[in-house]
């Protein structure tokens, strides 16, 4: 578990100093965290309201052996070393995010979830039986609060640098004894961390929630939430100086700034792209979910439509511009009925329908240029898909069960069938004539895949739980855009574990590992080069099946509540990640077999302490320092120049005030307080430039909440 897990406020503890019980629903019932095989790391939303956290990438960054890749259709995420990064409208993730239960295939969703929430769970490794395709690496759980039956409001409001202001707030109100409604909203607008403005935020989420109950065998919930976010969104720096020739013949838009090695400049957050940069994107869904309780069991269905638009103006990417448009209608249904919560074998079975079509189209300018426009000599290549279509399927069961009081068997089977097509078109056009083009492409493919889990698990005392297990996990294959052969293969892991939950101390005291070896097979690897026909030279993201890669390490996580006022935390995640045969065909191309995997640090841990001072009838002042230490890796397969992040400390500070009872706080926080320079990600350009990401420089603010 993260040190921002761990950094709940000793109100979280008994008056004896133990630690608290976690209730997670990893597997999609609730249950003790420390009672459940699985690698996982809670984040309360109390505490990510009083650090004045307000997206899923600053959650996640602070949890172990998670790495955060930024980029312009929202953040994705790496968790031991598994993922790839590939763009929404070409690929699927390695992470299967969930809002309520409801699968977001496009990771900017997760603006619209994270105000008025219960928890973030975040379970390493495959979860292919339970969560389906796309959980290679692991899944994401947020959970939101449902209305309960009293009235109740919160709200917050946070200020600090960068022009930040960001505000939450809530009210639930009983309309009936049978239905109660909640309204959400959270906003945050801050200027951009780069020195051309980009790297902002400009998002106002409003959720509404209506809870029916008319006895103690029905509840139905019903939500709907909308986001926006504008603002100059995702920017880029520089890696690497300009390639010769680039000063005298720029392959930059003409606009732009010409830098060195801006990585090593005074302000590394310094960028070459000229801000022209505009952003505009809207998420709408509706979504209910029906438990009812039938006296053998549990059924639970849960139906969901999601709608997303987005555009990006003048986008800098791979030093040139473009102008992208994407938009994707979903729409979801599980079916599943699980057993009694007091039933001696713990079994679960259902059903998954996805539908979805994710239409893209956009322009990019050939390096050197700077106008969209059809003038003469100007040169502009031209995507499209206006159909890019996914249907899948699934059908799943999980059962646990008792050999002994001690002793416990499980066992769970996935059948996925999934079934995707594009219709497209690539160009190239100078001064508004086509000189070269792909035409109409359409390609359709399925794919199908039975995944699989198997453990034992075994009381050793109390409060020590040991367990053993094989899982796997498969992410759909796909498409890019280009004339075919334009599609890749499934991966598919397979992942042994072994791990034990324990506390000791009188519950002071908590001691958690996982090792795990991974088989990873037909990783997706994604590259730049040039798509057909090449004398276009159109270049975009291909993808490519490697061979596969090797993968071992640990989770190993402590917490001990030293005396009731005093907490200190410590994990380390050592990681062993390898490609095994990698040879990518094409300009871009090359052997990279043995490679490092991308963001896959040998070593990698935090380190929290905290110390709460009672201060009478007026309530507590708790003080936390917390570390995020990580040893040197790469941040491409490739290793290219420049894209190698040196070790790195990363620390925050917390100082809160929180009156009895917990009515109302006031935080100040310092975040980066090394204001390291953390490059998060890189592309490299057709003409040899090496861009990338770049985490936040320090920051600092204040947050106030109340309750009511």
Known sequence: MSSSAWAQSMSDASAAGEIKTIVVTAEKRPTNAQRTPISIAAVSGAQIARDGESSIAQVMAKVGAV???????????????????????????????????????EPEFSLAGLYDIARVEVLRGPQGTLYGKNAVAGAVNIITNDPTFKYEGAASVGVGSYNLIQAQGMINVPLSDTVAVRAAFGTENHSGYLSNGADDANVQSERLKLLYRPNDKVRLVVAADNTHEGGEGEGEIQLTPPPPGFVTNPAYPKGTALLGNAIHTSNPWTSPDPATASRDANFHSIRAQLDWDLGFGVLTVIPAYRHYDYSCLSCWRSETDQNNYVSEHQTTVEARLASEANSPIKWLAGLYYLNSNNPSNGLQLTPG??????????????????????????????????????????????????????????SSQTGGVTTASTGNFTTSKSWDALTYTGGVEMDLAKNSLLYAKVSTGY??????QGAAPDSYNPEKLTSYEIGSKNRFLNNRLEINVDAFYYDYRDYQVNYLGFINPASAFIFGVLTQNAAGAQIYGADIETRYMLTPNDQLDASVYPLHARFSTLILPGFFGGNFTGNTLPFAPSWSGNLGYQHMFDIGDTGTVTARIETHLETGSWVTFQHSASTYQSSYSNSNAYLTYETLGGKWSVTAYVKNLENAAIITNAQNGPAGLMTGDIAPPRTYGVQVSDKF
């Open 67 to 105: 790495k955060v890749l930024q980029g312009q259709d929202g953040p994705t995420f790496y968790i031991r070393g598994v993922g790839t990064g590939v763009p929404t409208g070409i690929g699927d993730p390695e992470v299967n995010l969930n809002i309520d239960g409801i699968y977001q295939s």
């Open 475 to 480: 992410k759909a294959g796909g498409f890019y």
């Open 369 to 426: 240029e700077d106008s969209f426009a059809s003038t003469a000599g100007n040169t502009v290549n031209q995507f499209g898909q206006g159909l890019y279509t996914t249907n899948s399927y699934a059908a799943f069961g999980q059962a646990t069960y008792p050999v002994t009081d001690w002793l416990r068997l499980t066992g769970g089977l996935r059948y996925n069938d999934d079934q995707k097509q594009e219709n497209g078109f690539i």
